[in-house]
C-alpha cells in the first residue's frame, strides 16, 4: 500500500503570494493533520482534519488554511507568504482521530521556500 | 499544557555502544509518549509509543524506551548503535484540545554514531 504522499516535493514562491499544499493519506485513514517544521525545530501543529471535519487548530494565524475532502485527501492553503513561512510543510495520517493513542503516518513533506 | 523537552541538542557515540536519547515530559493525567525519527529531507518515521502497561517499550530498529512515572521521563535506548541511525529523534506526547487530538514534539536531539 502506498504511503502518505505529499505534493508538490519543493516550490518556490515570493512574499505576498498564495500556495496550495496537498496530501493524500494511506488508504483507510480518516484523520489528516498538517505540521510546520522550521529549520532546526521540532514539527509544529496547524490542523486536525477528521471525517471532512476541522478538530482543530493550532496557533497559526488566519492565512492558514485547510479542507478535507470526501476521499479524505487535504489541501493546506497558506494566503499573503511571509519569508518566515519557509519551512517543511508535513502532513500525517491516521487512523482514528487520536483517542486511540494511534501512531501518526507522515509524508515527506512539501519544502517551501519564500523570498 | 502537554509538553516534551529533550535536553540535548546532539548525542554522540561510537558503533557499537549503547545509545540513550533523553526526553522528559510533563501532562495531565496519563500519557501517551511517541518517538519518531527523520532522516534528512525525510518525513518523520514512527519507531515506538507508550499508552499503558508495561514500563519498557520495544519499537522497530532495535530501538526501546522506558517510561519512568516518577521520574517524569521516557528514554530511547538502543544495546548497540549502528552508523545508520544517525538520524534526529523526537520525542512526542498527544495531547488532546476540544475536539480533537495534536501531537506535541520535542525540538529534536540529533544523533550521531562514528564508525
Known amino acids: 500500500d502506498a504511503g502518505v504522499t505529499q505534493s508538490p516535493t519543493h516550490l518556490i514562491k515570493t512574499r505576498g503570494q498564495q500556495v496550495t499544499l496537498r496530501c493524500s493519506p494511506i488508504?483507510?485513514?480518516?484523520?489528516v493533520s498538517w505540521y510546520q517544521q522550521v529549520l532546526g525545530q521540532g514539527p509544529q501543529f496547524i490542523f486536525q482534519?477528521?471525517?471532512?471535519?476541522?478538530?482543530g487548530r493550532g496557533n497559526f494565524p488566519d492565512r492558514f488554511s485547510a479542507r478535507q475532502f470526501p476521499n479524505y485527501s487535504s489541501e493546506l492553503n497558506v494566503n499573503a507568504l511571509l519569508l518566515g513561512d519557509s519551512a517543511l510543510y508535513l502532513c500525517?495520517?491516521?487512523?482514528?482521530?487520536?483517542?486511540?493513542?494511534?501512531?501518526?503516518?507522515f509524508g515527506e513533506g512539501s519544502r517551501l521556500t519564500v523570498l | 499544557a502537554q509538553s516534551v523537552a529533550q535536553p540535548e541538542d546532539q548525542v554522540n557515540v561510537a558503533e557499537g555502544n549503547p545509545l540513550t536519547v533523553k526526553c522528559t515530559y510533563s501532562?495531565?493525567?496519563?500519557?501517551?509518549l511517541f518517538w519518531y525519527v527523520q532522516y534528512p529531507n525525510r518525513g518523520l518515521q514512527f519507531l515506538l509509543k507508550?499508552?499503558?502497561?508495561?514500563?519498557l517499550v520495544k519499537g522497530s530498529y532495535g530501538f526501546e524506551a522506558e517510561f519512568n512515572k516518577s521520574q517524569t521521563s521516557f528514554h530511547l535506548k538502543k544495546p548497540s548503535a549502528l552508523v545508520s541511525d544517525s538520524a534526529l529523534y523526537f520525542c512526542?506526547?498527544?495531547?488532546?484540545f476540544g475536539g480533537g487530538f495534536k501531537t506535541i514534539f520535542g525540538a529534536g536531539t540529533r544523533l550521531f554514531v562514528k564508525a
Open positions: 500525517a495520517s491516521s487512523l482514528g482521530w487520536g483517542s486511540d493513542g494511534g501512531e501518526l503516518f
Open positions: 488508504s483507510g485513514h480518516k484523520s
Open positions: 482534519y477528521y471525517e471532512k471535519e476541522e478538530r
Open positions: 501532562v495531565s493525567g496519563n500519557p501517551y
Open positions: 507508550y499508552i499503558t502497561g508495561d514500563n
Open positions: 512526542a506526547v498527544r495531547d488532546y
